[in-house]
């Protein structure tokens, strides 16, 4: 399969590229600066393109069959807009050329209305900080998993937890129902970005990524 990897320079992103390949798919890299791309197989070629840029987003798209998203912004007081925008030339660019798979990595900060009253408190009173700065982002991210769900593609929405680096898989778990405060690596939603290349097992479902206990 040929992939369309956007966020491929980001830690997740290497490692689903790095992932990809050695599950035997041929990945185009998009990163604003190639050069800094740490892989040098004749499967993997990185292209310089801005996301942001709708142009430079339909040329990459073209002539393949899959495209992974693993775009995300720092933290911010003021709205951003960069992973729903970014989204929205994807799935214009996919539509355009005919392009139907299509997986990204959202937040399962969106389901925190879903935790207990006494986990959001406690988030609350410790982190309002950490809250405020990630307001902005997760309804950006809001936006994008909309623009997914409304596309008519053959799409997966993955929500890992808090992210923890790593480059071993664990016996991670996958569900399409939330869990409270999960904790995630990146290798574990990396690989389970790529299983799910192969197997679509979970077309149109929005699916939640936790790590094996061993990693917390």
Known sequence: MKLVVFGANSPTG????????????????????????????????????DAMD???????????????????????????????????????AMINHGV????????????APDLSRVSLRRQRAIRPLVLALSRAVQEDVRGME?????????????????????SHVTDYRTTVRPLPCPLTSRADIAHALVRELTNGDHLGETVFVTSARRMR
Not at 71 to 79: D, H, T
Not at 146 to 166: K, N, Q, Y
Request: glycine share 6%; aromatic share 8%; hydrophobic share 45%.
């Open 54 to 92: 709708a142009d430079a987003v339909d040329w990459v798209v073209r002539d393949h069959d899959a495209v992974v998203s693993v775009i995300g912004s720092p933290p911010s007081m003021s709205p951003v807009t960069v992973c729903s925008q970014v989204t929205y030339n994807i799935v214009k």
């Open 14 to 49: 290497r490692l689903v590229t790095a992932m990809a390949v050695t599950a035997g798919h041929t990945v185009t890299a998009i990163t604003r600066r190639p050069a800094d791309f740490p892989f040098f197989d004749f499967r993997v070629q990185a292209a310089a393109a």
């Open 146 to 166: 909309g623009i997914v769900r409304e596309t008519g593609l053959d799409w997966t929405v993955f929500r890992p937890g808090r992210l923890l680096s790593g």
């Open 100 to 111: 139907r798979r299509l997986l990204c990595v959202g937040s399962v900060d969106l389901d």
